[in-house]
């Protein structure tokens, strides 16, 4: 059974920092893709920033500049550092993981429960 444990939200002042991390386990063989995303009150779930397994990065518009996304691939980890934060930030965010191959072979995706981020004006 594979898990995605997030930590890292929490309240901050506009103009501020956050690190986020996430980590997957449960027998993990390889993972292709690893992102964030968020959900803002009333608002559809959104991609904030993605790495393949080739290391090649990919960020939503608004956050580009003020937030960085790495990957650990050792500890099958992703990372969030989020600066600059505006109160439009706030949201859920949610890690997830793509085409995670077990050893018992299937390829799904997983989520996180996701962790919350408030960013006061």
């Known amino acids: 059974q594979v898990q995605l444990l997030e930590s890292g939200g929490g309240l901050v002042q506009a103009g501020g920092s956050l690190s986020l991390s996430c980590a997957a386990s449960g027998n993990i063989l390889n993972i292709n893709a690893m992102g964030w995303y968020r959900q803002a009150p009333g608002k559809q779930r959104e991609l904030v920033a993605t790495?393949?397994?080739?290391?090649?990065?990919n960020y939503q518009d608004s956050v580009k500049g003020r937030f960085t996304i790495s990957r650990e691939y050792a500890k099958n980890t992703v990372y969030l550092q989020m600066n600059s934060l505006k109160p439009e930030d706030t949201a859920v965010y949610y890690c997830?993981?793509?085409?995670?191959?077990?050893?018992?072979?299937?390829?799904?995706?997983?989520w996180g429960k996701g962790t919350l981020v408030t960013v006061s004006s």
């Open positions: 790495v393949t397994s080739d290391g090649i990065t």
């Open positions: 997830k993981a793509d085409t995670v191959i077990t050893k018992t072979g299937a390829g799904m995706d997983y």
